[in-house]
């Protein structure tokens, strides 16, 4: 089983700004499938951007030109950097790893392991 921890969530007020980290726990498990996830409450898990297998990344629109992921390849840790926080941010924040590439991708069936999550709040 491939594990991944998440941190890095917390509380900030609108137009703060949060770095998330997943490390990928298990050191035999190597990927370029990765991707970050959220789930907000009463809604469904949502793609909010990935690496596509060719290292070029993809982006949900929500989150386009204020969220940033990169990867240290070294250190097996996948990050996302947000910056500009909004209210509707607020969620929960999974990480993602191994996928279907028949799959589109930021769809949640794409991918096949999965953080805790952790929590982002945000104040307006």
């Known amino acids: 089983q491939v594990q991944l921890v998440e941190s890095g969530g917390g509380s900030v007020q609108a137009g703060g700004a949060l770095n998330l980290s997943c490390v990928v726990a298990?050191?035999?498990?190597?990927?370029?499938?990765m991707a970050w996830f959220r789930q907000s409450q009463g809604n469904e898990r949502e793609g909010v951007a990935a690496f596509v297998t060719d290292g070029s990344t993809g982006y949900a629109d929500s989150v386009k030109g204020r969220f940033t992921i990169s990867k240290d390849n070294a250190a097996n840790t996948l990050y996302l950097q947000m910056n500009t926080l909004k209210a509707e941010d607020t969620a929960m924040y999974y990480c993602a790893a191994g996928c279907s590439l028949s799959r589109p991708l930021l769809a949640r069936k794409r991918y096949h392991y999965w953080g805790q999550g952790t929590q982002v709040t945000v104040s307006s």
């Open positions: 298990t050191p035999t498990y190597k990927t370029a499938c």
